[in-house]
């Protein structure tokens, strides 16, 4: 290192490594990633792809308040003062985002909703919310990623681009790491990717089906009618599907030769027509198969911690998103408690946003409704929605400043290992306090 180099790096700081470190940019939520610290900046997280690599390294101090209120800087206190009293006093509160922040704070969040009688709706409810009511429909066959790690040999994606969305995805779980069972690793599984369009996922895979948009649900269902050994049309099917009878039949006989098999299904396949429908049949398909091989089914979640979300709600309320909790008892029901709904439809009175940016990804009629009522927003960075909002909290962000737990997309918890301080509370120490003010607000 030159003179003025080991000056400038002296003057940042001392340098560490934080070892296992947790990257919660997406749901693989690699625990495996070397964070390398410069006084208070990340220089270097070994392990980390590409989309981590721009989580960590991109992290920078934020020189915001802690806390905003209609605009202006303001103590925390004032802050959250306000805040209580704009959810004590609404109607039809609404709580929803949840899906980037620790299971701690997602608890808390679930607590502030019930002591206010409001709704809780999570970002589930806009990806995987069909797989949520597909799983109390039918179940779900499930495993860990560590089982498919060592024990997958047939891996199907199904409406999803993992190559491009969770680049770990192949190499640390599915496709190309050596199992305990499949010594040789790559060599020992077959992956097959059925999707609407030719994916980087596509190249990667053994073989791919390319079926007709919008056909999810008939694709499956040939499926469950070949795994039950009933006839079909070819020439219907072919229509149906955009896919040959002879290439399901090879698929189908793949499936029952596989000693473990894995389906796992993206939002390409649940947010399309058929949604919770199609979700229910991947399910179903994965249930069939087991009378002829082990074969289990996982959707692939986005956030780092969604799938803590759906966990967290549902262990608080029974259901996984889209709760209701205004009678003082839960009640679920997609469409008409999820958060874009009680928007647009102009229902909600108040709303507390928790991590998330509705104000960039909802719907026109809804993001004017929350620009027109009063909002609590806690957000690390500035957003859309933190700028309109009535009070506005800067947080740690949840795994580089802020410790806590994270569900991985297969629902295994893993510990937070964060490397930086920060100046700001994280998600959970501000709704702690603001829970303790709704609790003791006089109705
Ligand atoms: S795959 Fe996802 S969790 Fe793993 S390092 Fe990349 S962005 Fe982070």
Redesign the pocket.
């Known amino acids: 290192m030159s003179r003025p180099e080991a000056e400038v790096a002296a003057s940042e700081g001392p340098r560490k490594v934080v070892e296992d470190a947790t ?8 625990d495996d ?1 070397a964070l390398v610290v410069q006084g208070n900046r990340i220089v270097e997280a070994k ?3 590409v ?2 690599k721009a ?1 960590f390294l991109g992290h920078h101090a934020q020189d915001r308040p802690a806390c905003l209120v209609q605009g202006k800087p303001a103590a925390m206190e004032e802050g959250l003062a306000r805040a209580a009293e704009i959810l004590v006093r609404a109607k039809y509160p609404l709580v929803y985002g949840l899906s980037d922040t620790t299971c701690e704070a997602q608890r808390k969040a679930v607590a502030i909703a019930d002591w206010i009688g409001g709704t809780v709706d999570t970002t589930t409810s806009v990806c995987h919310g069909p797989s949520g009511m597909g799983f109390q429909a039918v179940g779900e066959v499930t495993a860990t990623l560590g089982e498919v790690r060592h024990r997958g040999d047939l891996v199907i994606y199904w409406g999803g681009n993992p190559a491009e969305s ?4 192949f190499t ?1 779980y599915t496709l190309m790491p050596k199992g305990m069972f499949l010594p040789r690793g790559r060599k020992d599984r077959t992956c097959v990717v059925v999707d609407v369009r030719r994916t980087k996922s596509a190249k990667a895979a053994d073989m791919f089906i390319r079926i007709t948009p919008r056909k999810d649900f008939e694709a499956l269902w040939t499926l469950r009618a070949l795994a039950k050994g009933v006839s079909l049309d070819a020439a219907r099917v072919e229509t149906e599907t955009g896919v040959p009878l002879a290439t399901w039949q090879d698929l189908m006989d793949h499936m029952k030769r596989a000693r473990y098999g894995v389906l796992f299904f993206g939002m390409g396949l649940t947010m399309t027509r058929g949604k919770h429908l199609n979700s229910e049949a991947a399910l179903a398909l994965t249930r069939d198969m087991n009378a002829y091989t082990r074969f289990v089914c996982k959707p692939v979640r986005g956030h ?1 911690n969604v799938t803590g979300a759906d966990n967290v709600v549902s262990w608080s309320t029974g259901y996984p998103f889209g709760v209701n909790l205004s009678r003082g008892y839960p009640r679920f029901n997609p469409g008409e408690y999820t958060a874009t709904d009680v928007l647009a439809r102009r229902e909600a009175d108040a709303a507390l946003i928790i991590a998330a940016d509705p104000m960039l990804n909802f719907c026109q009629a809804a993001r004017e409704h929350l620009a027109s009522i009063p909002y609590v927003a806690l957000d690390p960075q500035e957003t859309l929605t933190t700028r309109s909002a009535a009070v506005a909290f800067t947080t740690a962000p949840y795994g580089i400043c802020a410790p806590g737990t994270v569900y991985r997309m297969d629902d295994v918890p893993i510990t937070l290992r964060p490397a930086l301080e920060s100046p700001y509370p994280s998600d959970y120490e501000v709704l702690c306090r603001l829970e303790e003010r709704v609790r003791h607000a006089p109705l």
Do not use: E, Q, S
């Open positions: 990257c919660t940019f997406c749901g693989c939520v690699c990633i392990n980390a792809c989309l981590g989580w969770h680049p770990r995805h640390r780092g």
